[in-house]
Nanobody, 127 residues
Framework: QVQLVQSGGGLVQPGGSLRLSCATS????????IGWFRQAPGKEREGVAC????????HYADSVKGRFTISRDSDKSTVYLQMNDLNPGDTGVYYC????????????????????WGQGTPVTVSS
């Protein structure tokens, strides 16, 4: 049974940092791409970052480049999203998701590519 269980998130002030975790089970992480998505109130879900089978196989949305870092710990079957220099525009519910295969170019952050989804975790950036 495939499961993606998220943790982390919460309330943080502008300029602060948070780390989200996505613990996976039921499949071999090395064969899957893991992505992070977010959905702000009243807006469509957007892709934030994804990672393939290695740290060099990563992709970021322009809005988070240089501020967010996606990484994976294969021993723990967990993928992380380190978020730094947060601003109110980063507020939303964050989801991790997985699909079998490799990072799909040229558009690796399309939600319809992903098969399995975590439960979502809210992130609020506010003073």
């Amino acid at each position: 049974q495939v499961q993606l269980v998220q943790s982390g998130g919460g309330l943080v002030q502008p300029g602060g940092s948070l780390r989200l975790s996505c613990a996976t089970s039921g499949f071999r992480l090395r064969y899957y791409v893991i992505g992070w998505f977010r959905q702000a109130p009243g807006k469509e879900r957007e892709g934030v970052a994804c990672i393939g089978d290695s740290e060099i196989s990563t992709h970021y949305a322009d809005s988070v480049k240089g501020r967010f870092t996606i990484s994976r710990d294969s021993d723990k079957s967990t993928v992380y999203l380190q978020m730094n220099d947060l601003n109110p525009g980063d507020t939303g519910v964050y989801y991790c998701a997985a699909h079998l295969g490799v990072v799909v170019q040229p558009s690796p952050l399309l939600a319809q590519q992903y098969t399995y989804w975590g439960q979502g975790t809210p992130v609020t950036v506010s003073s």
